[in-house]
């Protein structure tokens, strides 16, 4: 089965760094798109970083974007999430994301990792 889990979230002061990762077991990771979104109390949640259909192509929010990036490393079956320049607003729980190319219908998620920026 699709398995997802997310770490190396925590306290960080604004503008610094954390490297997030999501380590996947259990499918072909190089068939599956990757992408990150996060979620704040009362708040719907929001694409943060996502793979595209294109090879090496991904989509950045508005708000992270120059600041964050996506990457992957196929052999290791795991997807980062480089986050530099942090502000307070970027405050929220991290979930990684899985969709097979194959069927678009099906969704994978991890269980969350938190990110707090504050002073």
């Known amino acids: 089965q699709v398995r997802l889990v997310e770490s190396g979230g925590g306290l960080v002061q604004p503008g610094g760094s954390l490297r997030l990762s999501c380590a996947g077991s259990?499918?072909?990771?190089?068939?599956?798109?990757m992408s990150w979104y996060r979620q704040t109390p009362g708040k719907e949640r929001e694409l943060v970083a996502g793979?595209?259909?294109?090879?090496?192509?991904?989509n950045y929010a508005d708000s992270v974007l120059g600041r964050f990036t996506l990457s992957r490393d196929s052999a290791k079956n795991t997807v980062y999430l480089q986050m530099n320049s942090l502000k307070r607003e970027d405050t929220a729980v991290y979930y990684c994301?899985?969709?097979?190319?194959?069927?678009?219908?099906?969704?994978?998620w991890g269980q969350g990792t938190q990110v707090t920026v504050s002073s």
């Open positions: 994301n899985a969709v097979p190319r194959y069927n678009s219908a099906l969704n994978y």
């Open positions: 259990g499918f072909t990771f190089g068939v599956y798109r």
């Open positions: 793979e595209t259909s294109t090879r090496g192509r991904t």
